[in-house]
């Protein structure tokens, strides 16, 4: 949780907005799932043909072909749960508060449910929300400047990417072009290190 109250600020915090963010119909969340999903795959397969070789010492296409069934079947329960988790527990959104200061960007994801300031059945990007009061529970990642070392923009989605020497530091979503290009310009200065 925050240490400050969600109505107010550090003193030195230079950029700060809400944003709604979609679970199930995000492209960035649904290629990692679907990365996810066939790693299992293969797994599950791999562990179901060693099963078959270390307990019957004898495998053919037969046990190919059942361990790909099995591993399918595995599969479609995983995609299961990622639809009900995403579409009827959080029912598609999630939201995040940003703070950026001269030291770190702070992202705290609350469990809650965000008020959108414009309706609309599916979203596929971050988009504007109604300020959080009172989350249900709140989770906060916060990255230093001087560990980022990469910043990837992905326009279309109004995300950017901050990378540091052991992968993906965090995820930035922004509601609007004009946070959009706050955040990137911020970015920029803080770290040193253009969005490309």
Sequence with gaps: MSTL??????????????????????????????????????????????????????????HYKGAAVVASYLSLVFIGFYCVICFVITRNRYAALYRCDRAAILCENMRCNPRALERRLLRFTAYPIEPVRAPIRSVERRVLWKDVTKARKIDDLRVVVLKGKRGTLMRVYCPDEEIYARALAFIAERTGVAAA
């Design 5 to 62: 109250p969600h109505g107010q600020d550090a003193g030195d915090a230079a950029l700060r907005w809400f944003t709604g963010v979609p679970l199930g119909t995000n492209p960035l969340i649904l290629l990692d799932f679907v990365t996810l999903l066939a790693i299992a795959w293969v797994v599950s397969w791999g562990a179901l043909i060693a099963t078959q070789f270390v307990l019957g010492r004898y495998v053919d296409v037969s």
